[in-house]
């Protein structure tokens, strides 16, 4: 068991690092160095879920976010090259940033003034899962069987809704229907 | 007398195979000593625990098993390359490198030393943050991804219950990594090829995945040291059981590393060099290395997922497990070799269209051929010899497959005298070729 | 000792600063990566809860913050494939991927 | 725990950064003792481009292709996210988990005739 300090130690750090990099997508003014540091800020999520012992959700994390939503972020930046020198502000941008603070301001009050030991009267306990995944395969396919399938049909729409419309005004796309009706 | 003297030409052999032996004989002794490396660790272990806190027993415990990672990889990275260009030369019938030390095995070493002493140009427009951590941050996966390998029973650095998804995950962060060193290098064909890459590694995760998944649902595990252990327990190489999982894996995972036959990323004779064009000196070197130690990687991967890790007939009982490891690692590395100095680079839509078209849907039947043949294997009483009975099926589908794809690219049988020759017959020499065996 | 209210304010703090990318940045595609912060935001609450959650009985009860992290997932990326693919469309359109440019219909 | 075995992660994490920054701070070195060549001048820190200057902005618009395919990879990314934990606990099921799936995969099996069909994966 790791001792206290050193899960303090490796908490802050993480999330540190993790904040930075955050504020760094923010503050960037290329997009793609922006893009690099959202990248970060997926890593140093996937810590935090380890030191949550979220082992599988952690690895979920790195692959669905780090490994391929940046991929398409990515690729849909090299698909409007205009944008990709340009991260911009908008007209709102300090208007942005007070809402942001008095947002985080407001939630950290609520947080720390709220009592959440409180809550259910019972004293919080660390729960430290072991073999995560058999029990998530477990939930999936027993209580939460209906959103797993409904999961399914929701990226068999966002494939086809996406395919339909990034090709809708191809013109080589229409010409090759074309084809296929004189056939 | 003259039978002594008539030895004396062969001195040369006796000495050598009296060298041999007494190699053997210090390896034997030394088999016994370095077993089990992992009886190390712990002791540096028990010997900080008296000394100081739990965690300085387990950083310093831990460091070693990370010391020995990061210097066998060293290592692989130097030996490697001279393997490598050693079996080249030898596939093409030259010498290869043979100046720089006995064998020129200093050839590695010459090497480094002259990239380091290489110029290093940065291009004026290029985005200089990222260029300069795209080659260092390339060896974090490739490094990170051998921390869960089983070298052998109780030498695992990283023994978590998700090891495949761990390995799967870690190295899918190669691909961004391979479009920031192309796109920071601001050049046409940097970025086009890092953008080929890109969609061919991407495309070639899902079959990788896919089968990673039926070799999951057999074993019913994701620890890669459970995976060694059931193929022994059940006494038969999943390479066997699930042929096609294994060729997918194989297949899928040289376009992941960019090796020959699938590597796209460096495809000379289109786009240069593709993503790392402007890098020159030691950072190119580490493309390089990387790619080098990627393809060792891609050994031990298949050596424990599909060749039984470091079991080898009982003679793991007598030989150093980790050896046996590494040995099958290797092969499979020579194997990597033996595919780049035999085949030629294919066509990108050639790529693309095998892994969306045929790898990634016939994955899906397999896997779900398998899951079939796991629930009638657990619900039977009878495993032991039911196993045997699936391997030959899938075998024989995986042949048939086979035969039904060189149907389909109407490839007949291989043999030359097939072919008929259409440039001859055009030419109307079609007289003039009977008789003989030649192709056009 | 660090307790719940250490990772909620992380939380919170990705949160804030999703918002600020959000409301700040003119590019469409600045504005997808503040909302895939938001989502981060939230997963993490999530399990955080999940973890120091009191009422819990079974491991298997507690992983119900893991299920619901896992659905967040599969919505993020099917949110992000339409996003883009809205993006590319309007860039092929209008030629500019500002919001404060695309005011127009059509 | 898990976060003790992951810590190992970490370790390894540090030293995978410092081992490809051994090499580079050997070649820094050698620029130190000027034994390595450092005079840059406006051709050689050129892009390369065969001999010619380079016009235009690199960036061209690319093919929308390459969207589609990281669109198909995500999807079954997340796809392999959900089959995993199936797969681990697939050996202790009863034989309708495999209808479950069935149904899953069938689905997403769906999307990619689809895409198929409507020439999302054809490489032009």
């Not at chain 1, 001792?3 to 003014?29: H, K, P, Q, R």
């Not at chain 4, 990879?73 to 050996?91: K, N, Q, R």
Request: charged share 10%; glycine share 6%; proline share 3%.
């Amino acid at each position: 068991m790791i001792e206290f300090s050193t899960y303090n130690v490796i908490f802050f750090s993480i999330s540190s690092f993790t904040l930075i990099s955050a504020i760094s997508v923010g503050l960037v003014n290329s997009l793609m160095r922006s893009l690099f540091f959202l990248i970060l800020t997926f890593i140093g999520v996937a810590g935090l879920f380890i030191l949550l012992s979220a082992d599988f959700i952690a690895i979920a994390q790195l692959l669905i976010y780090a490994g391929s939503i940046s991929i398409l972020l990515l690729f849909a930046v090299m698909l409007t090259p205009e944008s990709s020198t340009n991260n911009g502000n908008s007209k709102y941008f300090l208007p942005g940033i007070l809402i942001g603070i008095i947002f985080t301001y407001l939630m950290v009050a609520l947080v720390t003034i709220f009592q959440f030991n409180q809550l259910s009267g019972i004293h919080l306990k660390k729960l430290d899962f072991d073999n995560t995944i058999a029990s998530i395969g477990e939930l999936l396919l027993g209580k939460y069987i209906i959103a797993f399938e409904l999961a399914s049909i929701l990226l068999l729409f966002a494939l086809i809704g996406a395919i339909s419309i990034v090709r809708s005004n191809e013109s080589d796309f229409l010409i090759s229907l074309n084809n296929k009706d004189k056939k | 007398m003259s039978l002594i003297f008539s030895f004396i030409p062969y001195i040369k052999r006796l000495i050598v195979l009296i060298l041999i032996l007494f190699g053997l004989a210090v390896g034997f002794i030394l088999s016994k000593a370095l077993f089990d490396l992992s009886i190390y660790s712990n002791a540096v272990f028990d010997f900080m625990i008296d000394k100081s806190s739990y965690n300085v027993a387990y950083f310093s415990s831990s460091l070693i098993g990370a010391l020995g990672i990061i210097s066998f990889i060293g290592l692989v990275l130097l030996v490697g390359s001279w393997v490598e260009r050693r079996m080249i030369a030898k596939f093409q019938i030259r010498v290869g490198p043979n100046r720089v030390g006995i064998f020129g095995l200093l050839q590695p070493i010459a090497d480094a030393i002259k990239l380091m002493q290489k110029e290093v140009l940065v291009p004026a427009v290029a985005d200089k943050l990222l260029f300069f951590i795209a080659p260092v941050a390339i060896f974090i996966p490739a490094i990170l991804a051998w921390a869960p390998i089983p070298w052998g029973p109780n030498m695992t650095y990283l023994n978590i219950n998700i090891g495949i998804l761990y390995i799967f995950a870690v190295s899918s962060l190669t691909v961004p990594i391979i479009f920031f060193a192309g796109w920071s290098s601001m050049n046409h064909y940097a970025l086009l090829g890092s953008m080929r890459t890109v969609a061919m590694m991407v495309s070639y995760e899902i079959p990788i995945s896919l089968s990673l998944l039926s070799v999951v649902i057999i074993t019913g595990t994701l620890n890669l040291t459970e995976i060694v252990l059931w193929q022994s327990s059940n006494s038969i190489w999943l390479g066997l059981l699930i042929p096609f999982s294994l060729f997918t894996f194989f297949f899928s995972s040289t376009a992941e590393i960019n090796r020959t036959p699938n590597d796209i990323a460096e495809a000379e004779s289109e786009i240069v060099a593709g993503y790392h064009i402007e890098y020159s000196g030691m950072k190119a070197g580490l493309f390089m290395a990387v790619e080098l130690g990627n393809a060792v990687l891609l050994g031990a991967l298949v050596t424990s997922l599909f060749l039984n890790g470091w079991f080898l007939f009982g003679l793991e009982n007598y030989i150093p497990p980790y050896i046996i490891f590494i040995a099958k690692t290797v092969a499979i590395y020579i194997v990597l070799i033996w595919l780049r100095a035999t085949l030629p680079r294919f066509r990108l839509d050639q790529l693309m269209n095998f892994a969306w078209k045929m790898l990634i849907p016939v994955s899906i039947i397999n896997f779900f051929m398998i899951a079939i043949e796991t629930t009638i294997i657990t619900n039977l009483d009878s495993s032991k010899y039911i196993i045997y009975l699936f391997a030959i099926i899938n075998i024989a589908v995986f042949v048939g497959l086979i035969i039904l794809w060189s149907k389909i690219f109407k490839i007949d049988k291989f043999s030359p005298e097939k072919i008929a020759p259409i440039f001859a017959q055009k030419i109307g020499g079609i007289k003039a070729m009977e008789g003989t065996k030649s192709v056009d | 000792m660090i307790e719940l209210e250490y990772y909620l304010i992380v939380s919170i703090l990705l949160f804030g600063i999703g918002l600020f990318v959000c409301i700040g940045k003119k590019n469409i595609i600045s504005i997808v990566m503040g909302i895939e912060l938001l989502l981060n935001a939230v997963n993490l609450a999530a399990i955080s809860f999940s973890r120091y959650g009191s009422e819990f009985e079974s491991q298997s009860d507690a992983l119900s913050g893991h299920i619901f992290v896992i659905f967040i997932l599969t919505v993020a990326a099917a949110e992000a494939a339409i996003a883009l693919a809205l993006c590319v469309l309007v860039y092929r359109h209008l030629k500019t991927i500002n919001v404060s440019d695309v005011s127009e219909l059509g | 725990m898990i976060v003790e075995e992951y810590f190992r992660v970490f370790l390894l994490l540090i030293l995978s950064i410092l081992f490809p920054l051994l090499p580079l701070s050997g070649s820094y070195l050698f620029s130190k003792i000027n034994y390595r060549p450092f005079n840059s001048n406006d051709v050689k820190s050129a892009i390369y481009e065969c001999g010619v200057e380079s016009e235009d902005i690199t960036w061209r618009q690319f093919n929308a292709k390459y969207f589609l395919y990281a669109l198909g990879f995500v999807i079954f990314d997340v796809e392999v996210i959900f089959l995993f934990p199936w797969a681990v606990i697939h050996s202790e099921q009863s034989y309708d988990i495999f209808l479950k799936v069935a149904i899953f995969v069938g689905v997403l099996a769906f999307g990619l005739l689809y895409a198929w069909k409507w020439r999302a994966l054809e490489w032009q």
